[in-house]
């Protein structure tokens, strides 16, 4: 008989809301079981669509870490019967039809859980993460053992994971932070809080392979294995071959290479860098009479960068300038001949000779005959005229 007035009761409400207009509905509340909240439910509304005799999805939201919710919709009916759903890691779903809402109301609904068989125990493991001087958002937690879990941490650094009791493996990471991993034995709720250090900034400029960091090293969570007293010079690092007397300390054992006596076989022949017998000088090498102290750093009126580039530097090679401008060769300037001297004595003779050579020719005569006609024409002409 009660299922019989619950079932009409629905039917009644949800007549009612098809014929009435329907206001935003807001629901908050709280998920936990016996012991504790319940971080990370997932909480979801259904409407009973009664034409289709389908639920629809109203709205969803997940619990934080005080195991609380908040959830708006707005409403297909002025009222209706809808479904809560409820599900959380380690628990049972929970199911709760019909919740009977009402456009426009404002309900906290509270539920509690059961934990899954064998499972019957849970903890919950909270707590902050911290950096240098501040609490780092989004920091990775991760808990290993017969239950993984992970989650990261909110905008004040903190975290809640709900776990079975027992003993896990608890890392903690950050990006440029050092990671943090602490075995706990978890058997009831649990805060552990982390501080986290940063982790050392290793370079390796040059490449080969030895950085510069402080405590650098691959045993300090270092990138690169050091430390490298020369970090523009791929040849000069932790281990290299240190050539005697160049006055550059190749293997950053912090002195140079002597020669003579050592056992690199070479001889000083009563000069050069052997006349020093403390190894523990730092770079002694004689010039004359004056002794340069190279290798400490300072760079004085006996040291250039020939005798002791480590501390004055290397020595740049001077670009030598042109003092005379190249002047092309200049265009060879071509005489003009010299004009024939004029024989005055054969003249005579060789116009002679040139105008028999024309009269020769083929039809110079016949041209001279009508020349000779046309100028004695011309002639009569004119004395005609003038009579």
Do not use: W
């Not at 109203?58 to 707005?74: H, I, K």
């Not at 650094?157 to 943090?180: A, E, F, H, Q």
């Not at 020595?315 to 401008?325: G, H, L, N, Q």
Request: charged share 25%; aromatic share 6%; glycine share 10%.
């Amino acid at each position: 008989m009660k299922n019989f007035y619950k079932t009409f009761l629905v039917v009644l409400l949800l007549i009612i809301g098809a014929a009435t207009a329907s206001a935003a509905v807001s629901l908050t509340g709280t998920v936990r079981n016996d012991v504790h909240v319940i971080p990370g439910a997932e909480v979801s509304v259904y409407y009973f669509n009664t034409t289709s005799s389908e639920m629809v999805l109203m709205g969803a939201a997940t619990t934080d870490n005080d195991g609380r919710f908040s959830l708006d919709f707005e409403p297909p009916a002025a009222a209706g019967a809808y479904n809560i759903s409820y599900k959380a890691d380690l628990h049972d779903d929970l199911s709760s039809y019909p919740t009977v809402i009402f456009d426009g109301d404002v309900k906290d609904l509270q539920a509690t859980m059961a934990p899954v068989a064998g499972f019957n125990t849970t903890a919950l493991l909270s707590g902050t993460v911290n950096g240098a001087n501040l609490t780092l958002e989004n920091a990775t937690v991760e808990v290993t053992n017969s239950h993984d879990a992970n989650t990261t941490t909110g905008t004040d650094g903190k975290y809640m994971i709900m776990l079975p009791k027992g003993k896990y493996n608890v890392s903690i990471s950050y990006p440029l932070y050092t990671d943090d991993t602490t075995e706990l034995d978890i058997d009831s709720n649990m805060v552990h809080d982390v501080t986290l250090a940063l982790a050392p900034v290793c370079v390796d400029a040059d490449g080969d392979g030895y950085g510069v960091c402080p405590d650098c090293g691959i045993a300090n969570s270092c990138a690169f294995d050091g430390d490298d007293c020369n970090d523009t010079d791929a040849s000069i690092h932790p281990g290299a071959k240190d050539i005697c007397g160049n006055g550059i300390d190749e293997d950053c054992d912090g002195k140079d290479k002597k020669c003579g006596g050592d056992d690199s076989g070479n001889s000083g022949g009563g000069g050069g860098s052997g006349g020093d017998d403390d190894d523990e000088d730092e770079l002694v090498k004689p010039e004359g009479e004056i002794k340069i102290f190279c290798g400490n750093a300072v760079c004085d009126e006996t040291e250039n960068c020939d005798n002791c580039a480590r501390d004055c530097g290397e020595c740049e090679e001077e670009e030598e300038e042109e003092d005379e401008k190249t002047i092309p060769d200049p265009e060879p300037q071509t005489e003009p001949d010299p004009e024939p001297e004029k024989d005055t004595g054969s003249a005579g003779v060789g116009a002679a000779a040139g105008f028999m050579q024309a009269l020769a020719r083929p039809g110079t005569i016949a041209l001279i005959a009508i020349i000779v006609i046309a100028v004695i024409l011309l002639a009569v002409h004119y004395i005609r005229r003038s009579e």
